[in-house]
């Protein structure tokens, strides 16, 4: 039997590991100003991928010709979600590895699906979804420091 330890330093390894997959998985983003990537893991097992970028049928544009983001782009946590979603799994207790903090509106779609543990690289430019994660009761919430991938 594993002791704690042990434990506690294999999961920092996958956290790790997952982490760089979702920061893999960014890059596929048409979006300039910032790429973010997101994986849905359970049981060990990746059950949806996100990233950034507007929805299916759309140009692959995120910013306008002023370089501001278009109000339709979804977020990568959200495409996450909402393909897990339409997959027929189930992302109750599930671990979502996201490269940026996710925002308020995301945060509420992580509550509202059953998450339970979000982990992420980098501070978004609001704290209030991170906040909000935080108030939910069941959710595991840790920023994995980006010199620590």
Not at 106 to 123: F, N, P, T
């Amino acid at each position: 039997m594993e002791n704690n330890s042990n434990s506690e330093d294999r999961q920092r390894m996958f956290d790790k590991h997952y982490l760089e997959m979702a920061a893999i998985w960014a890059k596929n983003s048409y979006c300039k100003r910032r790429q973010v990537g997101a994986l849905l893991v359970k049981n060990r097992m990746i059950i949806s991928d996100g990233f950034n970028g507007t929805p299916s049928g759309f140009e692959n544009q995120c910013e306008d010709d002023n370089n501001i983001t278009k109000p339709y782009v979804l977020h990568a946590e959200a495409n996450a979600i909402t393909k897990v979603a339409k997959s027929g799994n189930s992302s109750e207790g599930a671990t979502l590895y996201i490269t940026t903090a996710p925002c308020i509106e995301c945060a509420k779609l992580i509550i509202q699906s059953g998450i339970s543990r979000v982990v992420y690289a980098e501070e978004y430019r609001k704290s209030d979804g991170i906040e909000l994660l935080k108030m939910a009761s069941g959710i595991d919430v840790e920023n994995f420091k980006g010199d620590e991938i």
